[in-house]
C-alpha cells in the first residue's frame, strides 16, 4: 500500500473549496468559526451585526445579520453557545465558496463543484433538493449546502460547522 505524505490528500479526494469574495468554508469576511457573538460584532466592518429578534439566552441559538438589509435572511450568521458556527445566504449578491448563487440552476452549480456535492431531496420542498459538499476537513470541519426549489433553481445556500450546517429550520 502506497504512504500518503503528511498535508496530501489521499486518492479520490475532493479538492478543498475556494474562498469567493468575502465567503470562505471557515468563516465570513473577518469572521472565523468559532468566535464568540461578542468578538464577531467588533470584528465585524460593515452595517452593526444586529439580532432578527430578541436573544434572551446568548448560549441559545441566535442570528446576527447587518443591519439595513431588506430581510435577515439576506445574510445571517447562526451562533450557538455563543459560538459562531454557520452563515446562511438568500442574496443574490453573494457568491458562495467556489462560485455558487443563488438563482443558479442545478447543472451550473454542478458544473462548478463538479462531483464535490451530493444531492438529496430537500426535507420540506417537494422536488426540491439540497447539494451537500463533504466536510472541508479544516480545524473546524466545516460543509457548503446549496437548497434548490422543484425547478433545480438555488434559493439559498449555508456553510458552517456539523450539526449546525444541518439545520434545515435555522435555529427553530
Not at 468566535?35 to 448560549?59: C, F, I, K, Q, T
Not at 441559545?60 to 439576506?74: D, F, I, K, R, W
Request: net charge negative; with cysteine; charged share 20%.
Amino acid at each position: 500500500m502506497e504512504a500518503i505524505e503528511p498535508g496530501t490528500e489521499p486518492p479520490g479526494a475532493a479538492a478543498a473549496i475556494p474562498p469567493s469574495g468575502d465567503s470562505r468554508m471557515d468563516g465570513y469576511a473577518a469572521l472565523d468559526f468559532g468566535m464568540s457573538a461578542e468578538e464577531a460584532r467588533a470584528d465585524w466592518s460593515g452595517n452593526p451585526l444586529e439580532p432578527a429578534g430578541p436573544v434572551e439566552d446568548p448560549e441559545a441559538c441566535h442570528h446576527l445579520s447587518p443591519a439595513g438589509q431588506s430581510t435577515p435572511a439576506q445574510l445571517a450568521f447562526m451562533f450557538e453557545n455563543d459560538l459562531f458556527v454557520r452563515y446562511s445566504v438568500e442574496s443574490t449578491e453573494i457568491t458562495a465558496p467556489g462560485g455558487g448563487r443563488v438563482g443558479m440552476n442545478q447543472a451550473a452549480v454542478e458544473g462548478l463543484y463538479g462531483k464535490r456535492l451530493k444531492a438529496m431531496p430537500h426535507k420540506y420542498v417537494e422536488g426540491g433538493k439540497v447539494l451537500v459538499s463533504p466536510e472541508d476537513g479544516g480545524a473546524l470541519p466545516s460543509q457548503l449546502i446549496f437548497e434548490l426549489d422543484a425547478a433545480g433553481r438555488v434559493t439559498s445556500w449555508r456553510v458552517g460547522l456539523a450539526p449546525q450546517v444541518g439545520y434545515v429550520e435555522g435555529c427553530s
